[in-house]
C-alpha cells in the first residue's frame, strides 16, 4: 500500500511517496499514520510553477540539505563551508545578486524528473517568500516523525573563521563622535 504525506503552504507544496518496511509498529505510539521508511517519489510544487521539480530519495534529502543549509546561511549571513560529499549534490541554492532573489538549481541526472527537455539543469528563482515556505514544508517533514525518521539535518556552528571580518572600532564610532562634536558647537 502506498503511503502519501503532503506539506502544503501557500507558494510550496511537498508531497512525498512512498511505503513502510515495518511489519509492526514501533512501540512508542499508536498507529494512526503508517510509518514511512521508504521514498519512491517526492514532488516539490513551487509557486506558479507548471511542472514540479521530482525525484527519488537522492533528490529529496539533496533538497532537504541544500535548503537548510542555504536558509542558515541567508539568515546569519556567515557563509557556511560546504561538506566534503562523496558525490555532488543534485540541488543546489545561491543568490542572485542585485535582486532579492534565491536561484534554486536542480542538476540533470538519470532519476530526476522536471528537467527542460534539452537537458540543462532546471533553474527556479524564488522570492524570499516562496523560499520560506520551502523551508517551512522541509521543516515541517522533519518534524514529522512518521515519515522518513532516517532523514534529519545536523546543525553545526560555524567557525569564526567564516565569519566576516567586523568594522574597526574606529570606523563605527566616527559617526557618533562626529554627531557628539556638532551639538557640543
Not at 130 to 150: C, K, S, W, Y
Amino acid at each position: 500500500m502506498t503511503i502519501r504525506r503532503q506539506y502544503s503552504l501557500p507558494n510550496c507544496t511537498l508531497i512525498l511517496e512512498g511505503w513502510s518496511n515495518s511489519t509492526k509498529g514501533d512501540g512508542l505510539q499508536p498507529d494512526a499514520r503508517p510509518l514511512l521508511t521508504t521514498l519512491t517519489n517526492a514532488e516539490c510544487h513551487l509557486g506558479a510553477m507548471n511542472q514540479p521539480l521530482s525525484g527519488g530519495r537522492d533528490f529529496f534529502e539533496d533538497l532537504v540539505h541544500s535548503v537548510s543549509r542555504y536558509a542558515q546561511e541567508f539568515l546569519s549571513k556567515v557563509p557556511h563551508p560546504q561538506p566534503h560529499a562523496e558525490k555532488p549534490a543534485k540541488v543546489h541554492l545561491q543568490k542572485v545578486e542585485d535582486k532579492n532573489l534565491h536561484r534554486l538549481t536542480l542538476q540533470d541526472t538519470p532519476g530526476s524528473r522536471g528537467m527542460t527537455n534539452s537537458g540543462k539543469p532546471l533553474h527556479v528563482d524564488l522570492n524570499t517568500v516562496q523560499l520560506f515556505d520551502l523551508v517551512e514544508a522541509i521543516d515541517q517533514f522533519l518534524a514529522d516523525g512518521r515519515t522518513l525518521p532516517d532523514i534529519s539535518v545536523s546543525l553545526q556552528p560555524v567557525s569564526k573563521h567564516y565569519r566576516q571580518a567586523e568594522k574597526p572600532v574606529t570606523e563605527r564610532t566616527a559617526p557618533a563622535a562626529l554627531g557628539m562634536a556638532s551639538l557640543a558647537l
